[in-house]
Structures are given as C-alpha cells and as structure tokens.
C-alpha cells in the first residue's frame, strides 16, 4: 500500500507545480481524487481542477489545511507571510507541509507557519511529465512515517532524493531546479543554427529535439562519463573537434558554471529575503 494510503492531500496554491503533483499521485494511484483537495482564489481555475481532475476545490486556504495530513505548499515565496497568517491557526501537530517554494528555507517556513514537520523540496518542470528530479530535506520533527510519505508524495514527479544537509537543496535549485533553462536556451540556440544553415524551423526544432532526447537516454543506459561519451564521437580532424574548438573558445564551461553558481547566489539571496522578514529576532520559530 502507499505510504500515503487514506491520508488527505491538502495544495495551497494550485498552480502548474502543484498541478503536477496532483496529477502524478493520481496516475500512479497512490491516492484517490476525493483525498485531495486544492486552495485557489479564482473561480474558473478551481472549476478546471475539479473538471480535470476530479479532485475538491476550495476557495480558502484555511479551509483546504483544516484537517489534511499533508500539505503541499506550492506558492510564490514573497506570498509566504500573507499565506502563513492564513494556514497557521489551522495546522495541528502530526501535519506533514512540504514546500516547492524556490529559496525558502525551513528556518523561514517554520517561524512563518509556527510548525516544525516540514519538508523543503525543489523540484523541476519535467515533473509535469512524471519525469522530473526533486532533491528534499526534512527538518528534525518529521517523523520515518512522514519522510516516507515526502517520498512517495515527491517520486510520483519523477526521481527523488532526500539529502541531510538543507544546502544541497539551494545548490540543487541552480542545477536541476534551474538547469530546464539552460537546456532550453541550449535547445533553442542549436534550433536557431540549424535555420541559419538552411532547414525550415520546423525541421530544425525536430533534428534538435531528439539529438537531445537520444544523447540524454544514450548517457543513462551507458553509465559512461559524458567525457567518454564526447571522446567517442570525436575524430582527430572531424567536424566533432572543429565544432569543439569552437565551443571551448567561447567559454561554454566557464559560461554555464558561472550561470550555476548565479542561480545558487540568488537562491541564497531569496532565502535571506525570507528569513530577515518572517524570523524574529530572537530566531526562534514563532
């Protein structure tokens, strides 16, 4: 049976990330519809969840965590003080809140919700798709029982992983969490090559898709270093090593690291935004 079993599902905040979430626990059968229910302010996107999905809809947020066991926390983070004010007089001990918020860390979710069982995770867009990567940590108070259900609740994206150390999530957020972009502009930039040379664009866009798709599925089923990889369609002379020579005096490495470690500053930054506005100065949880 799923850890997850006849518990009940609570989103606050039921945009495209927690659409996801309910989506995959519904295709993998680890809950039914009428265990979930979502909080969204308008009208018609409460209806199309309903429609889609089969799930309750409900317009207030209180409403939706009053008696949930699990909480998903799918927010913006600047709305994360107006939200708490709203869910925390109706959280209860034994409630499982886990947060895709980007850079909001436990220290800020648990003074703003004066709750200690939580769980930050930071998955991707893939997870629409069920083929996602989301990286977890669970604060001390989340219980064996609970970190199964974060598991469970988070593998129905895609793969999963819980870390002991909260930072890994903020350097996951630049590399799996951000790194959809740097494949789309990647993608988006060899589509556009492809044109200069002289295909149609749609053409273009599908010679690039699966080049992707195929090198990516090859690099998993191999278990090879992407050096091997690249080393064995690399000719002495050949259009692989001109194109190389290219790429490496451009930068490419230096560019994308330096974008990784960009994303993990503001990461960084975000989550020192939340903290100086929602812990108090004492630093205990309210």
Known sequence: MSPLGKL????????????????????????????????????????????????????????????????????????????????????????????????????????????????????????????????????????????????????????????????????ATAVSGTGPTYVFLVMEALIDAAVHLGFARHIAHDLVIETLEGSTLFAKQSGMHPAELRNMVTSPGGTSAAALHELESGRLRTVLSEAVWAAFRRTVELGDQLEAALVPEDGKPR
């Open 8 to 171: 009940t599902i609570a989103t606050v905040g039921s945009g495209v990330m927690a659409e996801a979430i309910i989506a995959g626990v519904l295709r993998g059968r680890l809950v039914a519809p009428d265990q979930i229910v979502a909080s969204h302010p308008r009208a018609e996107r409460r209806e199309e969840l309903a429609r889609v999905h089969g799930i309750r809809t409900v317009a207030s947020n209180a409403e939706a965590v009053d008696g949930a066991d699990v909480i998903l926390l799918a927010i913006k983070p600047q709305m994360l003080g107006r939200v708490a004010r709203d869910i925390e007089p109706h959280l209860r001990r034994g409630q499982l809140v886990i947060s895709v918020l980007a850079g909001a860390t436990t220290r800020a979710l648990t003074s703003a919700l004066g709750h200690g069982e939580v769980v930050r995770s930071m998955p991707n867009t893939p997870a629409r798709l069920g083929k996602g990567m989301t990286v977890w940590f669970a604060t001390p108070e989340v219980t064996a029982d609970q970190r199964a259900q974060a598991a469970a609740l988070l593998g129905a994206l895609g793969v999963q992983l819980e870390v002991d150390d909260e930072k890994l999530v903020a350097m």
